[in-house]
């Protein structure tokens, strides 16, 4: 049985399968195709579904990470805050990343690295985005 503790996946199996990366693995990729409504997202965003794959192995791969830090936008990161950063994204925070992702017109040279700092990044800057993009509307640029 899987819970959520702490935003952390555990359970009783995995305790005494410590060590077991597979079953880690899935574990994680099951949490998150089931949080993050992935069969949804590929539904709603059909010209989007490798990059969704691409996103949900990113996710599992960066949780499953035996690290101690983990590099985000040229900033070593504890591990254990940042699968505790991932662990918080929800379906529109994926939204966000795609949207974000198709209006970028700037060369990526680094895609993994861009997509896990934009992952990272977007429970903590949507609002700012989205409030930004309103106020741009609302009054407009000349």
Do not use: W
Not at 28 to 46: A, G, M, T, V, W
């Amino acid at each position: 049985m899987i819970k959520i503790e702490s935003n952390l996946i555990s359970s009783e199996e995995a305790r005494e399968e410590e060590g077991n990366g597979e079953d880690e693995y899935q574990r994680y990729q099951d949490y998150f195709r089931r949080s993050l409504y992935i069969e949804d997202l590929k539904r709603n965003y059909p010209y989007n579904d490798k990059l969704i794959e691409e996103i949900l192995s990113l996710l599992v791969d960066t949780c499953c990470s035996r690290r101690a830090y983990i590099r985000i936008a040229s900033d070593d990161k504890p591990a254990a805050i940042v699968k505790s950063q991932l662990m918080k994204l929800e379906y529109e925070h994926i939204q966000f990343v795609l949207d974000c992702f198709k209006e970028n017109t700037t060369r990526v040279r680094n895609i993994r690295q861009y997509l896990l700092a934009a992952l990272y990044n977007a429970p903590i800057t949507i609002d700012g985005y989205y409030t930004a993009l309103v106020h741009h509307d609302m009054y407009g640029a000349d």
